[in-house]
Structures are given as C-alpha cells and as structure tokens.
T-cell receptor, first 117, second 114 residues
C-alpha cells in the first residue's frame, strides 16, 4: 500500500536548537511529497513540496525538507527552532485512487512539535 | 480573500440525527475534499470532487454523502449520525488534478455525536 509514516508522535526541542521531524514513505514510482503544519484550532497550512529536482526543498517559515531516495525519507528540518513553531506537523504523499484515475494526498498521523523556551 | 470557509464551526448531535456541513471556496478551484481528523490517525479522506456535479469516494466514505451542485460549494451530509462520527471535519480545495498542487484548508468543524 502507498503510504507515509511519521515514526514520532511527539518531538521536543529547546528554542534555538535545530529541529527534525521525520517522515518515511512507501510508494511505487516517483513520489510527490508534502509537509503541512496545523496550529491549534486551525486548518492545515502548506509548508513545502517535493516533486522532482534538488533533494533539498525550501519552504515557508524557514523550514526545509531533505528528500532521500535510498532511505525513502523526507525529513523536515529547521536550523533554529522558535517557540512559535510549536504545532502539529503532517507529512503527505500523492497516491492514485483506483477507478477514479485521480491522485489524492494520503497523510501521516502527525507529529506534535513542542519548542521549549 | 476568505479562502475556504466551513460552517458551522461546532455542532452537537444526538445519535440518529442528520446534518449538513457546508464548505465554500472563493478561489475558483476545481477540486474539493472532505477529510476527518481523529487523534492518532491523522487526516482521512471521506469524499472528494473533481469538478461541479461530480463526486467520488475517498478512504472512509461510509455513513456520509456529498454534493457539488455549484463549483464553489461542497456539502457533506450525515443522514443518521453515529458516535463513531465524532471528529473534526476539514474541507479543502485545490486548483489541479495531478496531485502536485497544494491544498487550501478551512478551519474545521468540530462535531460531537452523543
């Protein structure tokens, strides 16, 4: 089955330290990968996406993500965490729905990031 | 620019009652989606639409119906609510069909079924 996995339910990091939120994927063919962020009582917001090209993708709010084909990973990174980065982060991958001929996003279970002052 | 608007924001139902959730987008997007979000399970796709007058089943469609009579609106209906449908519901829209375009989400509807 085509899917993404986020192995950590929660990540705690001190303010100013680098942060990594992990994501691995399982798809056939070339993956389309995404990161979304959800702040409390809000809908999800797009951070960045990888479709093709450079393995390092730059996104919003100072976040980057590194695509690693050999490890089937797409980890989200930021060099210096802010308290305001505390939120729920979702990795997603494009999958094809049989019969409809269309592509949809399948989301991971989410990782709660807490940045400690 | 309002983006994606969901109504209502909160609702409490009794088992067996029916209700409709409304999603409206003002970005002229072709694609619209309904997701549910449950703790520890992430987001799961209920139904989606690739254009006005079309709908399709997602990952967890049972117990829900949808309609897309106008391009800007996507309605999610619960005909006979069950406690298992207690969840936070998100509507989203996008302007493409190849899956490379980003989704724009509403702020959610928190539904409790007693």
């Amino acid at each position: 089955a085509q899917s993404v996995a986020q192995p950590e339910d929660q990540v705690n990091v001190a303010e100013g330290n680098p942060l990594t939120v992990k994501c691995t994927y399982s798809v056939s063919g070339n993956p389309y990968l995404f990161w979304y962020v959800q702040y409390p009582n809000r809908g999800l917001q797009f951070l960045l996406k990888y479709i093709t090209g450079d393995n390092l993708v730059k996104g919003s709010y100072g976040f980057d993500a590194e695509f690693n084909k050999s490890q089937t990973s797409f980890h989200l990174k930021k060099p210096s965490a802010l308290v305001s980065d505390s939120a729920l982060y979702f990795c997603a991958v494009r999958v094809r729905y049989s019969g409809a001929g269309s592509y949809q996003l399948t989301f991971g279970k989410g990782t709660k990031l807490s940045v400690i002052p | 620019n309002a983006g994606v608007t969901q109504t209502p924001k909160f609702r409490v139902l009794k088992t067996g009652q029916s209700m409709t959730l409304l999603c409206a987008q003002d970005m002229n997007h072709e694609y619209m989606y309904w997701y549910r979000q449950d703790p520890g399970m992430g987001l799961r796709l209920i139904h989606y639409s690739v254009g006005e007058g079309t709908t399709a089943k997602g990952e967890v469609p049972d117990g829900y119906n949808v309609s897309r009579l106008k391009k800007q609106n996507f309605l999610l209906g619960l005909e006979s609510a069950a406690p298992s449908q207690t969840s936070v519901y998100f509507c989203a829209s996008s302007d493409g069909y190849r899956g490379g375009e980003k989704l724009f989400f509403g702020s959610g509807t928190q539904l409790s079924v007693l």
